[in-house]
């Protein structure tokens, strides 16, 4: 409504809209539907809005976390992110080419950002990961996406955008594959870490021995030096 209110009146700036996330696929196409309509006033979405109407408890207090609305409220964060990366996708494919759509909803890392441009987002957005770490967030998630980038040999953003393959057995194995030489890098890590260990508690314990020697050598010449062997009948 406000959409052809805005285009009867014959404005003519450009609009971002945002939009709420979307759990069936059917209301996603119908809001494209419509957004397509407008598509020479609407520039941008950014896809998606908190989940509504979600609870969380705190088990020390036994009552909502938050004060307001009796504890209810949109739910944000990493618990969001896989409808978000399947709203934008969505989105994406239905959507005219000249309406960019913004990712947002769980953006944490470089990872993140680069999941939502395979999904087809020209930009991301973040919030609660912001409110969490502060601004210094945005150049740490840059340079992780920077370096992923760099690994997988891609040297511009359109080189991602959009790209995400079909699933395949050929990219089933990849993972696989990736996975295993990670858990092995780990497990070779932690070997490592137990055999530093061991070889600190093996230098502490020569250490140790080698202080009781010296003591007793003193302790022996100080006897002999104050005649106590001789004292002692000893001599
Ligand atoms: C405390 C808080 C306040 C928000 N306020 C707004 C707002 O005023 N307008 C809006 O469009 N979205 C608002 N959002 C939603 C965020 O812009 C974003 O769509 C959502 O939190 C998912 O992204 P995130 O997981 O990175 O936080 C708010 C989110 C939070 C957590």
Known sequence: MILSTLQKKKYTFSLGLKLPPYLDSK???QAATII???????????????????LSVDPVSEAPFISSNNGLAGLSGPAVKYTALANVRQMRNHL????????????ETGEDAFLFLLCGATAVQVGTCHWKEGPKCFDRICDELKAIMAEKGYSKVDDIKGKLKAWSKEGAA?????KKKQQA????EEANKTDAAQEKKDE?????????????????????????????GLE
């Open 36 to 54: 397509n309509a407008y598509s020479k006033m609407v520039r941008y979405v950014a896809s998606i809005n908190t989940i509504g109407n979600a």
């Open 204 to 232: 502490d314990y020569s250490l140790k021995m080698m202080n009781n020697i010296l003591m007793v050598v003193i302790v022996a010449l100080l006897a002999q030096r104050y005649g106590l062997y001789e004292y002692l």
């Open 174 to 178: 990849l993972t696989r594959a990736a």
């Open 27 to 29: 209301h996603l196409q």
């Open 185 to 188: 890098e780990e497990e070779e």
């Open 96 to 107: 005219d080419a000249a309406i960019d759509v913004v990712g947002v909803g769980g953006i």
